[in-house]
Protein backbone atom coordinates (compact mmCIF):
# COMPACT_ATOMS: atom_id res chain seq x y z
CA UNK A 1 0.00 0.00 0.00
CA UNK A 2 1.12 3.87 -1.02
CA UNK A 3 2.17 5.56 2.29
CA UNK A 4 1.56 9.10 2.94
CA UNK A 5 2.45 11.85 5.39
CA UNK A 6 0.04 15.28 5.81
CA UNK A 7 1.98 17.69 7.16
CA UNK A 8 0.18 20.71 9.02
CA UNK A 9 -0.56 22.46 12.12
CA UNK A 10 -4.14 22.29 11.97
CA UNK A 11 -5.28 19.03 13.29
CA UNK A 12 -8.96 20.12 11.90
CA UNK A 13 -6.63 19.76 8.23
CA UNK A 14 -5.09 16.80 8.89
CA UNK A 15 -8.13 14.69 10.19
CA UNK A 16 -10.25 15.91 6.73
CA UNK A 17 -6.80 15.25 4.60
CA UNK A 18 -6.27 11.61 6.13
CA UNK A 19 -9.91 10.92 5.26
CA UNK A 20 -9.30 11.94 2.07
CA UNK A 21 -6.18 10.02 1.44
CA UNK A 22 -7.65 7.17 2.91
CA UNK A 23 -10.55 6.91 0.52
CA UNK A 24 -7.64 6.66 -2.06
CA UNK A 25 -6.27 3.89 -0.53
CA UNK A 26 -3.22 5.31 0.76
CA UNK A 27 -2.09 4.02 4.47
CA UNK A 28 -1.66 8.12 6.27
CA UNK A 29 0.28 9.80 8.83
CA UNK A 30 -0.07 13.35 10.57
CA UNK A 31 3.02 15.23 11.73
CA UNK A 32 2.03 18.78 13.16
CA UNK A 33 5.62 20.76 12.33
CA UNK A 34 8.73 20.24 9.76
CA UNK A 35 10.81 18.21 12.47
CA UNK A 36 8.42 15.51 13.55
CA UNK A 37 7.95 15.03 9.67
CA UNK A 38 11.82 15.09 9.05
CA UNK A 39 12.22 12.63 11.81
CA UNK A 40 8.84 10.46 10.52
CA UNK A 41 11.27 10.60 7.25
CA UNK A 42 13.83 9.55 8.48
CA UNK A 43 12.51 6.60 10.16
CA UNK A 44 9.92 5.29 6.27
CA UNK A 45 10.23 7.48 3.47
CA UNK A 46 6.48 7.98 2.41
CA UNK A 47 5.69 7.80 -1.27
CA UNK A 48 3.69 10.84 -0.50
CA UNK A 49 3.68 14.38 1.18
CA UNK A 50 0.65 16.96 1.55
CA UNK A 51 2.72 19.59 3.10
CA UNK A 52 1.22 23.19 4.62
CA UNK A 53 2.86 26.04 2.97
CA UNK A 54 3.20 27.30 6.87
CA UNK A 55 4.63 24.70 9.21
CA UNK A 56 5.40 25.26 12.54
CA UNK A 57 9.86 24.80 13.32
CA UNK A 58 11.13 25.51 10.42
CA UNK A 59 10.22 27.54 7.01
CA UNK A 60 8.62 25.64 4.34
CA UNK A 61 11.71 25.49 2.02
CA UNK A 62 14.03 24.76 4.96
CA UNK A 63 11.70 21.36 4.99
CA UNK A 64 11.59 20.61 1.63
CA UNK A 65 15.87 21.18 1.45
CA UNK A 66 16.37 18.70 4.57
CA UNK A 67 13.67 16.31 3.31
CA UNK A 68 15.55 15.92 -0.51
CA UNK A 69 19.09 15.55 1.29
CA UNK A 70 17.50 12.86 3.35
CA UNK A 71 18.60 9.23 2.03
CA UNK A 72 15.49 8.10 -0.14
CA UNK A 73 14.30 12.00 -0.26
CA UNK A 74 14.44 12.26 -3.22
CA UNK A 75 11.30 9.61 -3.81
CA UNK A 76 8.37 11.30 -2.33
CA UNK A 77 6.05 13.15 -4.20
CA UNK A 78 5.83 16.87 -2.44
CA UNK A 79 2.47 18.52 -3.08
CA UNK A 80 2.43 21.99 -1.58
CA UNK A 81 -0.82 23.24 -0.19
CA UNK A 82 -1.03 26.68 -0.63
CA UNK A 83 -4.13 28.59 0.89
CA UNK A 84 -3.92 31.60 -1.74
CA UNK A 85 -2.96 31.68 -5.39
CA UNK A 86 0.47 33.23 -4.70
CA UNK A 87 2.49 32.54 -7.54
CA UNK A 88 6.06 33.61 -6.14
CA UNK A 89 5.21 31.61 -3.31
CA UNK A 90 4.39 28.79 -5.44
CA UNK A 91 7.57 29.32 -7.11
CA UNK A 92 9.48 29.48 -4.59
CA UNK A 93 8.10 26.02 -3.21
CA UNK A 94 8.69 24.54 -6.35
CA UNK A 95 12.39 25.42 -6.55
CA UNK A 96 12.88 24.53 -3.30
CA UNK A 97 11.52 21.08 -4.31
CA UNK A 98 7.94 20.25 -4.07
CA UNK A 99 6.63 18.40 -7.26
CA UNK A 100 3.44 19.98 -7.82
CA UNK A 101 0.87 22.62 -5.29
CA UNK A 102 -2.93 22.41 -4.73
CA UNK A 103 -4.90 25.62 -3.21
CA UNK A 104 -7.01 25.17 0.24
CA UNK A 105 -9.78 24.50 0.50
CA UNK A 106 -8.94 21.37 -1.17
CA UNK A 107 -11.37 18.13 -2.12
CA UNK A 108 -10.77 14.24 -2.87
CA UNK A 109 -10.84 14.89 -6.50
CA UNK A 110 -7.60 17.27 -6.96
CA UNK A 111 -5.93 15.99 -4.49
CA UNK A 112 -6.71 12.33 -6.58
CA UNK A 113 -5.54 14.23 -9.85
CA UNK A 114 -2.57 15.42 -8.53
CA UNK A 115 -1.65 12.23 -6.99
CA UNK A 116 -2.54 10.39 -10.23
CA UNK A 117 -0.38 12.85 -12.37
CA UNK A 118 2.49 11.98 -10.25
CA UNK A 119 1.72 8.17 -11.00
CA UNK A 120 1.16 7.66 -7.53
CA UNK A 121 -2.74 5.93 -8.07
CA UNK A 122 -4.41 5.20 -11.26
Not at 4 to 24: H, I, N, Q, Y
Not at 97 to 102: H, N, R, S
Amino acid sequence: MKTCLVVDDSEVVRRVARALFEKLELETSEAENGEDALAQCGKAMPDAILLDSHIPAMPTAAFLSALRALPGGDKPLVIYCATENDPKEIARALTAGADDYVLKPFDRESLRAKLAAGGLIE
